[in-house]
Nanobody, 126 residues
Framework: QVQLAESGGGVVQPGGSLTLSCAAS????????MGWFRQTPGKEREFVAH????????YYSDSVKGRFTISRDITKNTLILQMVNLKPEDTAVYYC???????????????????WGQGTQVTVSK
C-alpha cells in the first residue's frame, strides 16, 4: 500500500522560505513521476511542480518558476519542495502526488496522478 506523507508547512511572512517534504512508503521515489499541487477553498487543485521519473527533468507553473525547486532525496525516499520569496498568493494546502509514469502533456493535470498525500497547509501572511 502506497502512502505519501507531507510535512513542513506553516505560517511565514511574505519573502520568507519553507521547505516541504513528502515521505513515501510502498513506492520508490527515484523511479516515480512525482509532483506538487496546491489548493485553496473553492478552487480546483493547481499544478505547482513535477519531476520526471525517467530523467529527473523538472517542470514548474509560471507562478512559481524561479522561486520553487522540486527535488528528490533518494536516501530518505522523499520528495522535496523548496520555496523561497513566498507571496501571499502562495497560501494553500500543498499536496504531494505520484504515479508510475505520466506522459509529459499530462503532468499538469491532477487526475494523471495515482497516489496522493493528505496535504500540508502553507500560509503566507504578515
Amino acid at each position: 500500500q502506497v502512502q505519501l506523507a507531507e510535512s513542513g508547512g506553516g505560517v511565514v511572512q511574505p519573502g520568507g522560505s519553507l521547505t516541504l517534504s513528502c515521505a513515501a512508503s510502498g513506492r520508490t521515489v527515484r523511479r516515480s513521476a512525482m509532483g506538487w499541487f496546491r489548493q485553496t477553498p473553492g478552487k480546483e487543485r493547481e499544478f505547482v511542480a513535477h519531476i520526471r521519473g525517467v530523467n529527473d527533468y523538472t517542470y514548474y507553473s509560471d507562478s512559481v518558476k524561479g522561486r520553487f525547486t522540486i527535488s528528490r532525496d533518494i536516501t530518505k525516499n522523499t520528495l522535496i519542495l523548496q520555496m523561497v520569496n513566498l507571496k501571499p498568493e502562495d497560501t494553500a494546502v500543498y499536496y504531494c502526488a505520484a504515479s508510475d509514469h505520466i506522459i509529459l502533456s499530462a503532468i499538469y493535470t491532477a487526475r494523471s496522478y495515482k497516489d496522493w498525500g493528505q496535504g500540508t497547509q502553507v500560509t503566507v501572511s504578515k
